[in-house]
């Protein structure tokens, strides 16, 4: 009887656990989760949150303040000094014009200096643009003190040096009159055909009055040429000078006229004035140009009238100076492009057709190639 119990026992204990782990079993199977199509490589960590609510995890989402950056400051850059340029300008007019002085020093340094020697020395000065009678008035100079003048034989180099200076001129006021009286600015006013150079030129005296440490403005009154109102504001840009532009196709004494006035206002040394430059019609380019500087005059005085020629234009750039002189009061001028393939004489010959002295000259494309005009130097230059 005992026995019997103890088996009935064993055997409700075991049926008791056996049906225990079936319902644990179904419930575990319940609480598997569907599947979701994602793989374990794609789909994100889950965070603690989800796991304890199951719920599927949120889209990271950034926070952070985006980061603005400030535009970068426009580089000014520093032109070259006045001294600086002329050295460099000088070595380069001495390698690109030396051939004119070369050929005259050969021609004077014969030991007969007969009369077909006198006529390819005529010769060598009108190929180099000196001008027929400039070119006269030379020779007689140099036959006088060759041929007549007593004593030790003269040295033909220095001669030749002495002469050319003469001919250049050496009593001539080459100073640019960049400022005003009464405390307000000096205008300058820029001439000159279209292709002459003239928008770059004022962008380059605009970097030797920088490099002077003189406050400049620049108005862009070539409103005709969008591309020169864009060229000035370039240069402008680059040494930190302020330019002063209308808009395209209006009224250049109006451009000219703010200009003055916002160089008078800010107190500046010097406006530089570009203008349109076109000759196809003579009368229109006379009331324009005399428009402009009579509205500049009702706030200052223009101090100065430049000129800007082309110097390998030769014959051509005496006729466009002829025309300008008839039209402004030229003050002076600028001979661009006076290098290898330029003709040295035109700097005597512009001179006696206008009457005014030729100011800054210009050798080269780069910023800084543009400098005061020395008769001296230039002279050395041409000998060599």
Known sequence: MGDWLYLIIAIAVVGVLTLAGLLTSGRRRKEVPPPTGRTDV????PTESDVATGAPPEPAVDTAEPVVEAPAEPVVEKPESTASRLVRLRQRLSRSQGGLGKGLLALLSRERLDEDTWEAIEDTLLTADVGVAPTQALVERLRTRLRVEGGT????REVLREELIELVGTDLDRRVQVTGTDGKPGVVLVVGVN????????GKIARILVAEDLSVTLGAADTFRAAAVDQLATWGERVGVEVVRGPEGGDPASVAFEAVKQGVDNGVDTVLVDTAGRLQNKAGLMDELGKIKRVIE??????????????TTGQNGLI??????????VTGIVLTKLDGSAKGGIVVQVQRE???????????????DMAPFDAAAFVDALLG
């Not at 034989?153 to 033909?156: K, L, V, Y």
């Not at 101090?303 to 800007?308: A, I, N």
């Open 195 to 202: 292709g002459a150079g003239k928008t770059t030129t004022v």
């Open 153 to 156: 034989s003269p040295d033909a």
């Open 354 to 368: 206008l009457g005014v002295p030729v100011k800054l000259v210009g050798l080269g494309e780069g910023p800084d």
């Open 42 to 45: 794609i789909a994100p960590p």
């Open 320 to 329: 466009q100076a002829r025309v300008f002189s008839e039209i402004v009061d």
């Open 298 to 311: 009702k706030q200052a005085d223009v101090t100065e009238v430049l000129l800007v020629l082309d110097a």
